[in-house]
Antibody, heavy 119, light 110 residues
Framework: EVQLVESGGGLVQPGGSLRLSCAASGFTFSSYWIHWVRQAPGKGLVWVSR????????SYADSVKGRFTISRDNAKNTLYLQMNSLRAEDTAVYYCAAVRAYYYYMDVWGKGTTVTVSS | QSALTQPASVSGSPGQSITISCTGT?????????VSWYQQHPGKAPKLMIY???NRPSGVSNRFSGSKSGNTASLTISGLQAEDEADYYCSSYTSSSTRVFGGGTKLTVL
């Protein structure tokens, strides 16, 4: 079964750090670009970051640039999102989503992991 | 990158057709045919419904169709069914090699 499973969410204080993971199975992970998309409570989807197949190219939304770092370990079929200097506005469900190389749509999504930033 | 513009809500009766618009700019929808649409039921992950403006993934009903004109893409759902009630999001590839989503449209089946 093709799937992505996020983990690592939780409650963290403002200014704190958290590392999310996204484990892939059922498809050739190293052939996919992977994105992080988040959704604040009651709000819409917002693109956060993406990484290419070999991990050498990354991009970030302005709202997280300099605070979040995306990375991947193709040997472990796992994607990561290191989140530092967290703010209340980072509170959201974080989804990882896969895009096959040379394609442009997210056809595999995880179920999400919840991050809550609060004191 | 500003979010794409979608109507907050649309509604229709069973059997009717509805169209959801998604307006972007010349840096995203206007220049790339890489618009996709996602359906999201409450508490669930998004599901791909349309990709590359007009294409349907395997398993998606042919009641769903997509189109584009200039900076605006559209999703049409014909023969509305109760299970179509959900939030719908458009997304586009951008000139900075990132993605942008619309604000989402809540579809109510009356």
């Amino acid at each position: 079964e093709v799937q992505l499973v996020e983990s690592g969410g939780g409650l963290v204080q403002p200014g704190g750090s958290l590392r999310l993971s996204c484990a892939a199975s059922g498809f050739t992970f190293s052939s996919y670009w992977i994105h992080w998309v988040r959704q604040a409570p009651g709000k819409g989807l917002v693109w956060v970051s993406r990484i290419n197949t070999d991990g050498r190219s990354t991009s970030y939304a302005d709202s997280v640039k300099g605070r979040f770092t995306i990375s991947r370990d193709n040997a472990k079929n796992t994607l990561y999102l290191q989140m530092n200097s967290l703010r209340a506005e980072d509170t959201a469900v974080y989804y990882c989503a896969a895009v096959r190389a040379y394609y442009y749509y997210m056809d595999v999504w995880g179920k999400g992991t919840t991050v809550t930033v609060s004191s | 990158q500003s979010a794409l513009t979608q109507p907050a809500s649309v509604s229709g009766s069973p059997g009717q057709s509805i169209t959801i618009s998604c307006t972007g700019t010349s840096s995203d929808i206007g220049v790339y045919n890489y618009v996709s649409w996602y359906q999201q039921h409450p508490g669930k992950a998004p599901k791909l419904m349309i990709y590359d403006v007009t294409n349907r993934p395997s398993g998606v009903s042919n009641r769903f169709s997509g189109s584009k004109s200039g900076n605006t893409a559209s999703l049409t759902i014909s023969g509305l069914q109760a299970e179509d009630e959900a939030d719908y999001y458009c997304s586009s590839y951008t000139s900075s090699s990132t993605r942008v989503f619309g604000g989402g449209t809540k579809l109510t089946v009356l």
